[in-house]
């Protein structure tokens, strides 16, 4: 959602000004940090997720030994009984943390409950100390292997063969039902699209990239959802089950098997759609928009801070409602204090860099006025590369001498290989919301290799040289382009971008379709579809639910806001402190508790979509779409395994 | 003794309600046995429990109470499937597909390799007659020859035991006479076959033994012939002879001596299927061939056991 108000608002702010005023438009608005294979498979997330599913699984057990007893248990084999037994007594420091988490979420209703002495679940369990976690991550581990065991139990009987038979069937069923004919929908908007998209010739990328992603990601997503929440569903209701299960089928190899047919028809599709959105795209492409959007920028990131701004994370407010930037201004704040500065500090740095020679530098910034300044004139701003072997009094006792001894000054090349310094201009102007560059001496990357371990290798600081104005910027608007600049535009690279972007589609579509297929081997067709959907858009949505959860959200949680309908209260107004009004206010608590934990089981959407990155022509991490890949699979396995105890335990046939 | 293909003990299945209350018990406490090599009955009117006992026996449902195993081993384990071929009431195969697509599919689910796949389609396609509409898609089909096919999927894995649900339902004469047979044939392979059906005649035809239920409840269990034998009344045929009043007269005499009554003396009557299957057989020898009123068809014969 987020990128893409900041598009709008971009677009927005584009359309109102002078064409010439826009050299190029490469703002890639990310509020997280590209994923890194090392995050998703660091011990922390790891325990974290055997925290989240345990959780499930170890109440699973619970509910299951409660209501089946120990009867079940005896019937199987001594050897099952043995593992299931251990298995089951090494869950129960989880079960007793599920039954802790759920008093601890109805807290507030205890009497004598005090909000500012007691912290949220959320809280006090990262207070927990670090063995604890560890113990009950390994109870979680052992839950879940107990709730797996069926399935692994069955793994050796799982025949290729039948999930392949199951995933040609499924395969067959949807194109000779016609299900392709939904893709004609895409082909008109690509047909008659040219006639409704406006589009400035520099944004001409931009704008046909991001109508292809949005169509191909509605239809696409919408028929995974409907071909999967329906097949079993329709196999069930027409008794076609009966003839499936009647044979040496595992239950698993369905679930199986239809998941590969449908992910290898809509996979087939994706390719088939990429290619013709890649042609459609890349037909007729107008120099501007090949030179803003035609590539894939590798950026190489640094880590912002600030000075002289009264935090060190976080820049002057400027009162914009969307707080993505901080803002530095040209003078000091106090008298005598120093200069806003904004530091970035690059501590990691590609090998490659030194060995070109030059390395372009680029950044994005949104200018803040207090005065109306000149029109169609950008603002001026300082910038400084150092690397952590400079020496500011070294390099002017240097100037200094040579200027005594009448020697040359030192050349820019020099001032870098040596003294580990870089200043293009005493002011570089830039225009609002536009993408400036400056090319860097690669001589500077070669002096950063070596040196102090505890500075980072380049820091570039940045000072606003108006004294009326501001200068905001967030972590992502300066960035050392790691790709080679000199080749310009790049429609190969381009192409791959726009692949790596279908992958993170694809991996959406992954998503959906195992949801609403595991859904549907409990639910009928219709709800199945409407539940997949609704936990897609769920995830879709999470900031919102964070801010719900953490009681940012204005008017509160939802029955103080039923309250305020009623009442006719305004949202801002602080609440009377009547017995009603606490009883509401802690009830919202314990329903934001609740909200808090269900936050967890959400699928995480918003990273798997890279139109942004593709329209902007910024180059996708191989490492962040296989991170995300990885965390899509971990998200799916326990609904896959839902799935497959949904179906396992039901019986197929009705009573007629 | 060899051991039962199918056994059940206290087989019980009673329907709940979304709240968990009864609904509906479909079948209490069965008791019963089926023997290799036989054919066996389950009758019963609607709803008296037949079909459930079979999706009991496939592990469609789940037992409330009480067990059942097929083969050996219980009713949930899928590996019992493998010795099993099941024809449904309908035939709920995938219309999409041809009678080809039909038989890979299924013995793929059986894990048979392709050349066996291949062979045992091609065989079998031609066993139910099918041959020339094998690439046809199923949605195509008349019910008959969907019922066809249908067989066809239940003998793809070559099975022990097979269990049909109202095999003869929606079929003509002559599709019911031609199933009729193929279930004999059947046994005579040495297969086990359990049938369902509430055509009487068709289970008196080709069943060894019975299960009659009704609401739930086993009523009567065993052989066709020992539950059909009424030992109080006997029933002669005789051939080369009239019946004329005084061979009545000398029969009722016979009787009385034996202490006996003479209830009816007449000629014999064929079966309807029978006869309808004669005229259609005459009609295929001689083409062309009109019924004209009044002219006298076929030739009455007495009815005897097949």
Redesign the interface.
Same mark, same amino acid.
């Given at each position: 959602m987020v990128p893409f108000m900041a598009t709008s608002m971009a677009t927005g702010l584009l359309d109102s000004m002078n064409p010439l005023l826009q050299p190029a438009f490469a703002v890639l608005s990310l509020e997280r940090d590209p994923l890194t294979i090392s995050r998703v498979l660091d011990w922390y997330a790891i325990r974290y997720y055997l925290l989240t599913v345990g959780s499930v699984t170890s109440l699973c057990l619970l509910l299951w030994f409660l209501f089946r007893g120990w009867k079940q248990v005896s019937r199987l084999s001594p050897g099952t009984k043995l593992a299931f037994t251990i298995l089951g007594l090494l869950s129960l420091p989880m079960v007793g943390l599920d039954i802790f988490s759920l008093a601890q979420f109805t807290q507030p209703l205890w009497p004598n409950y005090d909000p500012e002495k007691t912290a949220p679940a959320a809280i006090s369990a990262m207070m927990r100390p670090e063995w604890i976690n560890d113990v009950l991550a390994f109870s979680a581990l052992a839950s879940i292997l107990a709730v797996s065991l069926p399935f692994l139990l069955n793994l050796p009987r799982l025949s290729f063969r039948r999930i392949f038979a199951i995933a040609k069937l499924s395969f067959k069923e949807a194109i000779r039902k016609r299900v392709l004919y939904a893709f004609t929908g895409l082909l008109l908007i690509l047909l008659f699209g040219s006639w409704f998209i406006p589009s400035k010739s520099s944004d001409q990328i931009r704008t046909y990239v991001t109508v292809v992603f949005w169509a191909m990601t509605v239809i696409l997503l919408m028929v995974s959802a409907l071909l999967a929440a329906f097949g079993i569903p329709a196999d069930i209701k027409s008794q076609s089950l009966f003839l499936i299960v009647t044979k040496p089928v595992e239950r698993v190899e369905i679930l199986l098997g239809r998941l590969l047919g449908y992910m290898s028809l809509l996979t087939l599709i994706l390719i088939v759609l990429t290619g013709a959105g890649l042609l459609y795209i890349l037909r007729g492409v107008s120099p501007e928009a090949a030179e803003e959007s035609l590539k894939a920028r590798a950026p190489v990131y640094g880590i912002l801070h600030y000075e002289n701004t009264g935090s060190e994370r976080e820049g002057d407010n400027v009162g914009r409602e969307w707080a993505y930037r901080g803002y530095i201004s040209g003078s000091a704040a106090t008298p005598g204090s120093g200069q806003p500065k904004a530091i970035w500090d690059f501590t990691v740095l590609p090998s490659v860099l030194a060995g070109r020679p030059t390395v372009t530098a680029e950044f994005t910034f949104d200018i803040y006025r207090t005065t109306k300044g000149f029109e169609n004139q950008g603002v001026g701003i300082g910038m400084a590369f150092t690397t952590r072997n400079y020496d500011a009094e070294k390099l002017r006792l240097e100037r200094e001498s040579r200027d005594r001894e009448g020697k040359p000054a030192l050349t820019t090349d020099e001032l870098a290989e040596k003294f580990g310094y870089f200043q293009p201009a005493a002011s570089i102007t830039f225009y609002d919301f536009s993408t400036g560059s400056v090319e860097v001496p690669g001589k500077l990357f070669v002096n950063a290799q070596t040196g102090p371990e505890d500075k980072p290798p380049i820091i570039v600081t940045v000072t606003c040289k108006e004294i009326t104005q501001y200068v905001g910027m967030a972590r992502y608007d300066f960035y050392f382009r790691e790709d080679d600049t000199s080749r310009g535009a790049d429609a190969l690279r381009f192409s791959w971008n726009f692949a790596k972007a279908s992958m993170g589609l694809w991996l959406r579509i992954l998503l959906v379709t195992t949801l609403a297929l595991v859904l549907s081997t409990y639910l009928s067709g219709v709800v199945s579809l409407l539940v997949a959907l609704f936990v897609f858009m769920l995830g879709q949505f999470q900031e919102f639910l964070l801010a719900l959860v953490i009681g940012r959200v204005a008017g509160g949680g939802p029955l103080e806001n039923l309250s305020r309908l009623i009442t006719n209260e305004v949202a801002g107004k602080q609440l009377e402190n009547t017995a009603l009004n606490n009883v509401i206010m802690n009830t919202d608590r314990v329903l934001r508790e609740f909200l808090g934990g269900l936050m967890n089981f959400l699928p995480e959407v918003q990273s798997l979509s890279f139109t942004e990155y593709v329209s902007n022509g910024f180059n996708i991490g191989g490492a962040d779409l296989a991170a995300n890949a990885i965390r899509t699979v971990a998200y799916l396995l326990p609904w896959l395994l839902l799935g497959y105890h949904a179906l396992r335990e039901r019986e197929v046939a009705g009573p007629t | 003794m060899a051991e039962p293909v199918v056994e059940t003990q206290k087989l019980t299945k009673i329907?709940l309600d979304f709240w968990g209350r009864k609904?509906?018990v479909?079948l209490r406490a069965l008791d019963i046995k089926v023997n290799q090599g036989e054919i066996f009955g389950l009758l019963g009117p609607n709803g008296s429990g037949k079909t459930?006992t079979i999706?009991l026996l #496939?592990? !469609? #449902? @789940?037992p409330t109470e009480g067990r059942a195993t097929v083969m050996g081993k219980s009713t949930t384990d899928?590996?019992k499937?493998?010795l099993?071929g $099941?024809l449904?009431e309908?035939s $709920? #195969? $995938?219309r999409? !597909?041809n009678a080809e697509?039909t038989l890979d599919? $299924?013995g793929?689910? @059986?894990?048979l390799p392709a050349s066996v796949r291949v062979r045992r389609s091609q065989e079998l396609i031609e066993r139910v007659g099918l041959g020339r509409d094998k690439k046809r898609q199923l949605r195509e089909y008349s019910k008959g020859m969907r019922q066809r096919i249908g067989l066809a999927?239940a003998l793809i894995?070559d099975p022990k035991l097979v269990i049909l649900d109202e095999p003869t339902s929606g079929l003509d004469p002559l599709g019911a006479r031609w199933m009729k047979d193929l279930i004999r044939d059947l046994r005579n392979e040495g297969k086990t076959v359990i049938m369902c059906s509430h055509r009487l005649e068709d289970v008196q035809d080709i069943c060894d033994r019975i299960a009659i239920l009704h609401e739930g409840d086993l009523q009567s269990y065993g052989h066709v012939s020992d539950l059909l034998k009424d030992t109080m009344r006997v029933e002669m045929r005789a051939s080369q002879v009239k019946l004329t009043p005084e061979l009545e007269k000398d029969l009722r005499e016979v009787l009385t001596r034996h202490g006996g009554t003479l209830d009816t003396v007449g000629n014999p009557t064929t079966t309807l299927e029978d006869y309808f299957l004669r005229i259609v057989e005459e009609s295929k020898a001689r083409p062309g061939r009109r019924f004209l009123p009044g002219e006298q068809t076929g030739k009455n014969e007495p009815a005897g056991k097949k």
């Amino acid at each position: 959602m987020v990128p893409f108000m900041a598009t709008s608002m971009a677009t927005g702010l584009l359309d109102s000004m002078n064409p010439l005023l826009q050299p190029a438009f490469a703002v890639l608005s990310l509020e997280r940090d590209p994923l890194t294979i090392s995050r998703v498979l660091d011990w922390y997330a790891i325990r974290y997720y055997l925290l989240t599913v345990g959780s499930v699984t170890s109440l699973c057990l619970l509910l299951w030994f409660l209501f089946r007893g120990w009867k079940q248990v005896s019937r199987l084999s001594p050897g099952t009984k043995l593992a299931f037994t251990i298995l089951g007594l090494l869950s129960l420091p989880m079960v007793g943390l599920d039954i802790f988490s759920l008093a601890q979420f109805t807290q507030p209703l205890w009497p004598n409950y005090d909000p500012e002495k007691t912290a949220p679940a959320a809280i006090s369990a990262m207070m927990r100390p670090e063995w604890i976690n560890d113990v009950l991550a390994f109870s979680a581990l052992a839950s879940i292997l107990a709730v797996s065991l069926p399935f692994l139990l069955n793994l050796p009987r799982l025949s290729f063969r039948r999930i392949f038979a199951i995933a040609k069937l499924s395969f067959k069923e949807a194109i000779r039902k016609r299900v392709l004919y939904a893709f004609t929908g895409l082909l008109l908007i690509l047909l008659f699209g040219s006639w409704f998209i406006p589009s400035k010739s520099s944004d001409q990328i931009r704008t046909y990239v991001t109508v292809v992603f949005w169509a191909m990601t509605v239809i696409l997503l919408m028929v995974s959802a409907l071909l999967a929440a329906f097949g079993i569903p329709a196999d069930i209701k027409s008794q076609s089950l009966f003839l499936i299960v009647t044979k040496p089928v595992e239950r698993v190899e369905i679930l199986l098997g239809r998941l590969l047919g449908y992910m290898s028809l809509l996979t087939l599709i994706l390719i088939v759609l990429t290619g013709a959105g890649l042609l459609y795209i890349l037909r007729g492409v107008s120099p501007e928009a090949a030179e803003e959007s035609l590539k894939a920028r590798a950026p190489v990131y640094g880590i912002l801070h600030y000075e002289n701004t009264g935090s060190e994370r976080e820049g002057d407010n400027v009162g914009r409602e969307w707080a993505y930037r901080g803002y530095i201004s040209g003078s000091a704040a106090t008298p005598g204090s120093g200069q806003p500065k904004a530091i970035w500090d690059f501590t990691v740095l590609p090998s490659v860099l030194a060995g070109r020679p030059t390395v372009t530098a680029e950044f994005t910034f949104d200018i803040y006025r207090t005065t109306k300044g000149f029109e169609n004139q950008g603002v001026g701003i300082g910038m400084a590369f150092t690397t952590r072997n400079y020496d500011a009094e070294k390099l002017r006792l240097e100037r200094e001498s040579r200027d005594r001894e009448g020697k040359p000054a030192l050349t820019t090349d020099e001032l870098a290989e040596k003294f580990g310094y870089f200043q293009p201009a005493a002011s570089i102007t830039f225009y609002d919301f536009s993408t400036g560059s400056v090319e860097v001496p690669g001589k500077l990357f070669v002096n950063a290799q070596t040196g102090p371990e505890d500075k980072p290798p380049i820091i570039v600081t940045v000072t606003c040289k108006e004294i009326t104005q501001y200068v905001g910027m967030a972590r992502y608007d300066f960035y050392f382009r790691e790709d080679d600049t000199s080749r310009g535009a790049d429609a190969l690279r381009f192409s791959w971008n726009f692949a790596k972007a279908s992958m993170g589609l694809w991996l959406r579509i992954l998503l959906v379709t195992t949801l609403a297929l595991v859904l549907s081997t409990y639910l009928s067709g219709v709800v199945s579809l409407l539940v997949a959907l609704f936990v897609f858009m769920l995830g879709q949505f999470q900031e919102f639910l964070l801010a719900l959860v953490i009681g940012r959200v204005a008017g509160g949680g939802p029955l103080e806001n039923l309250s305020r309908l009623i009442t006719n209260e305004v949202a801002g107004k602080q609440l009377e402190n009547t017995a009603l009004n606490n009883v509401i206010m802690n009830t919202d608590r314990v329903l934001r508790e609740f909200l808090g934990g269900l936050m967890n089981f959400l699928p995480e959407v918003q990273s798997l979509s890279f139109t942004e990155y593709v329209s902007n022509g910024f180059n996708i991490g191989g490492a962040d779409l296989a991170a995300n890949a990885i965390r899509t699979v971990a998200y799916l396995l326990p609904w896959l395994l839902l799935g497959y105890h949904a179906l396992r335990e039901r019986e197929v046939a009705g009573p007629t | 003794m060899a051991e039962p293909v199918v056994e059940t003990q206290k087989l019980t299945k009673i329907f709940l309600d979304f709240w968990g209350r009864k609904k509906k018990v479909a079948l209490r406490a069965l008791d019963i046995k089926v023997n290799q090599g036989e054919i066996f009955g389950l009758l019963g009117p609607n709803g008296s429990g037949k079909t459930t006992t079979i999706k009991l026996l #496939l592990g !469609l #449902l @789940f037992p409330t109470e009480g067990r059942a195993t097929v083969m050996g081993k219980s009713t949930t384990d899928v590996r019992k499937n493998e010795l099993i071929g $099941y024809l449904p009431e309908e035939s $709920y #195969l $995938y219309r999409f !597909l041809n009678a080809e697509e039909t038989l890979d599919f $299924y013995g793929r689910l @059986f894990d048979l390799p392709a050349s066996v796949r291949v062979r045992r389609s091609q065989e079998l396609i031609e066993r139910v007659g099918l041959g020339r509409d094998k690439k046809r898609q199923l949605r195509e089909y008349s019910k008959g020859m969907r019922q066809r096919i249908g067989l066809a999927q239940a003998l793809i894995n070559d099975p022990k035991l097979v269990i049909l649900d109202e095999p003869t339902s929606g079929l003509d004469p002559l599709g019911a006479r031609w199933m009729k047979d193929l279930i004999r044939d059947l046994r005579n392979e040495g297969k086990t076959v359990i049938m369902c059906s509430h055509r009487l005649e068709d289970v008196q035809d080709i069943c060894d033994r019975i299960a009659i239920l009704h609401e739930g409840d086993l009523q009567s269990y065993g052989h066709v012939s020992d539950l059909l034998k009424d030992t109080m009344r006997v029933e002669m045929r005789a051939s080369q002879v009239k019946l004329t009043p005084e061979l009545e007269k000398d029969l009722r005499e016979v009787l009385t001596r034996h202490g006996g009554t003479l209830d009816t003396v007449g000629n014999p009557t064929t079966t309807l299927e029978d006869y309808f299957l004669r005229i259609v057989e005459e009609s295929k020898a001689r083409p062309g061939r009109r019924f004209l009123p009044g002219e006298q068809t076929g030739k009455n014969e007495p009815a005897g056991k097949k």
